[in-house]
């Protein structure tokens, strides 16, 4: 029995997993970071690889764009497959002067313009938080290794493309340091079932300096937090 979305079998993944949108990105991690990775789904090209790192079993696997897409790929991993840490490794967009191209930024918590919380959590205001002790271990590495940073309050939308550039101006008055649009949803469905998580973006976009970065410079940053990431979830 597979899942609709997944056809790996049982066992076929880590209890750890590292997720990024983009099936390439997972690709490429398997293909560089991970010993012995193969390949355990590939349902419309969201591919996922299992392999090894520092000798611990770690999958990763892409989860689309958006928070209905990854919470169809997390529901199914957590309750069908058993994985019981995510680690979100993706690019943000960001609108505050003091962060720049290529940052690291961690999400302490994320605020969203989706419904999906509140759809779950009888239209309250669900507080979407990082695993606290992922969170940490994930800063103490980067300081070990050096590199700098930034935790702190993400906002997870539905729009890539707003139709109201005002909201920028606000996101960056409430010190938001990363736009993306799947970190809120991931971390409510975590404390819903009761997994561990994190999410660490590299800044990919500036949307009121209007920079973005080239394919090649997101390489480099995307390695830090790859190893970041692999470092955190092995704990
Ligand atoms: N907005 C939302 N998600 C993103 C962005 C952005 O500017 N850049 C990378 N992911």
Same mark, same amino acid.
């Given at each position: 029995?597979?899942?609709?979305?997944?056809? %790996?079998?049982?066992?076929?993944?880590?209890?750890?997993?590292?997720?990024?949108?983009?099936?390439?990105?997972? #690709?490429?991690?398997?293909?560089?970071? !991970?010993?012995?990775?193969?390949?355990?789904?590939? &349902?419309?090209?969201?591919?996922g690889f299992t392999g090894h790192y520092k000798n611990v079993m770690v999958s990763v696997m892409s989860h689309g764009i958006g928070i209905p897409s990854a919470l169809i790929y997390i529901k199914e991993l957590i309750q069908?497959?058993?994985?019981?840490?995510?680690?979100?490794?993706?690019?943000?967009?960001?609108?505050?002067? @003091?962060? #720049?191209?290529?940052?690291?930024?961690? %999400?302490?918590?994320?605020? *969203? @313009?989706?419904?999906?919380?509140?759809?779950?959590?009888?239209?309250?205001?669900?507080? /979407?938080? /990082?695993?606290?002790?992922?969170?940490?271990? %994930?800063? #103490?590495?980067?300081?070990?290794?050096? =590199?700098?940073?930034?935790?702190?309050?993400?906002?997870?939308? @539905?729009?890539?493309?707003?139709?109201?550039?005002?909201?920028?101006? !606000?996101?960056? #008055?409430?010190? =938001?340091?990363?736009?993306?649009?799947? *970190?809120?949803?991931?971390?409510?469905?975590?404390?819903?079932?009761?997994?561990?998580?994190?999410?660490?973006?590299?800044?990919?976009?500036?949307?009121?300096?209007?920079?973005?970065?080239? &394919?090649? @410079?997101?390489?480099?940053?995307?390695?830090?937090?790859?190893? =970041? %990431?692999?470092?955190?979830?092995?704990?």
């Open positions: 029995m597979v899942t609709p979305h997944i056809n %790996a079998q049982k066992g076929d993944f880590s209890e750890r997993v590292i997720m990024s949108g983009d099936p390439i990105r997972v #690709k490429y991690i398997a293909d560089n970071f !991970l010993e012995n990775a193969y390949e355990v789904t590939n &349902v419309r090209s969201m591919l069908y497959y058993n994985i019981k840490k995510i680690i979100r490794v993706g690019t943000c967009g960001a609108v505050r002067n @003091d962060i #720049k191209l290529k940052d690291i930024v961690i %999400a302490m918590g994320a605020c *969203t @313009d989706s419904k999906v919380n509140r759809l779950k959590f009888n239209n309250y205001d669900f507080s /979407a938080i /990082a695993d606290f002790e992922m969170l940490c271990n %994930a800063v #103490k590495y980067s300081k070990k290794i050096n =590199i700098n940073v930034r935790v702190g309050n993400f906002f997870t939308t @539905d729009l890539f493309y707003a139709y109201d550039y005002k909201i920028y101006d !606000l996101l960056s #008055k409430y010190n =938001i340091i990363g736009i993306d649009m799947e *970190t809120s949803g991931i971390y409510s469905i975590s404390s819903e079932l009761n997994i561990q998580t994190v999410s660490i973006c590299s800044v990919s976009d500036h949307i009121i300096h209007g920079q973005m970065l080239s &394919v090649n @410079d997101r390489e480099n940053s995307f390695n830090d937090m790859i190893e =970041i %990431a692999l470092e955190t979830i092995i704990i």
